[in-house]
T-cell receptor
Framework: RKEVEQDPGPFNVPEGATVAFNCTYS??????FFWYRQDCRKEPKLLMS???SGNEDGRFTAQLNRASQYISLLIRDSKLSDSATYLC????????????FGQGTELSVKP | GAVVSQHPSRVICKSGTSVKIECRSL??????MFWYRQFPKQSLMLMAT?????????EQGVEKDKFLINHASLTLSTLTVTSAHPEDSSFYIC?????????????????FGPGTRLTVL
């Protein structure tokens, strides 16, 4: 089992659509969870942290289920500018901040 | 917000040469910096964790004699790819742990540099 596993992509959706990304992780000792966004040939940028209570930032909603070791990201009312690769990232337990990245899910929002 | 810079942004070199990449935290002190490598269509793979004033911790499969890491100050870490070969061509990205209280994503948040694209001919 991969350490952090994401939905395979790409996701091709029309503008205005709602899209959901799923992610599972294998290390039950993980404490911190994130979604990063990476544009083509650029560095990853933090989109949002993920908390057990769930959190929302505008059109983006992240959920965490520790029992199932599952993380999700929901994007509502997709914009063309949302086209990017979305990376599920997990802090790997007590290893001094080590982050493990999922393979990423590519999103393409079309007009 | 926390800013991390990398230099150079792009390098093209001949096989056998050594390449040095710098990673700087511009407005905060980073006790820990991380070096990643990303091949096309793949995700970031952690190469090593660099702690200021001590030896870097390398991930399994990463040759420490080939990828030399120095973290001499709280704002600078360097990665030197020694005797680079075409298979070392990749996107190298550093990140810095912003420490506590930064408010931007919690104490575990890492801030990424813009990356260095290395092409070895």
């Amino acid at each position: 089992r991969k350490e952090v596993e994401q939905d395979p992509g790409p996701f091709n959706v029309p503008e205005g659509a709602t899209v959901a990304f799923n992610c599972t992780y294998s290390n039950s000792a993980s404490q911190s969870f994130f979604w990063y966004r990476q544009d083509c040939r650029k560095e990853p940028k933090l989109l949002m942290s993920v908390y057990s209570s769930g959190n929302e930032d505008g059109r983006f909603t992240a959920q965490l289920n520790r029992a199932s070791q599952y993380i999700s990201l929901l994007i509502r009312d997709s914009k063309l500018s949302d086209s990017a690769t979305y990376l599920c990232v997990v802090n790997w337990g007590n290893q001094g901040g080590k982050l493990i990245f999922g393979q990423g899910t590519e999103l393409s929002v079309k007009p | 917000g926390a800013v991390v810079s990398q230099h150079p942004s792009r390098v093209i070199c001949k096989s056998g040469t050594s390449v040095k990449i710098e990673c700087r935290s511009l407005d905060f002190q980073a006790t820990t910096m991380f070096w990643y490598r990303q091949f096309p269509k793949q995700s970031l793979m952690l190469m090593a964790t660099s702690n200021e004033g001590s030896k870097a911790t390398y991930e399994q499969g990463v040759e420490k004699d080939k990828f030399l890491i120095n973290h001499a100050s709280l704002t600078l870490s360097t990665l030197t790819v020694t005797s680079a070969h075409p298979e070392d061509s990749s996107f190298y990205i550093c990140s810095a742990n912003g420490g506590t209280g930064d408010g931007a994503g919690g104490p575990d948040t890492q801030y990424f540099g813009p990356g260095t694209r290395l092409t070895v001919l």
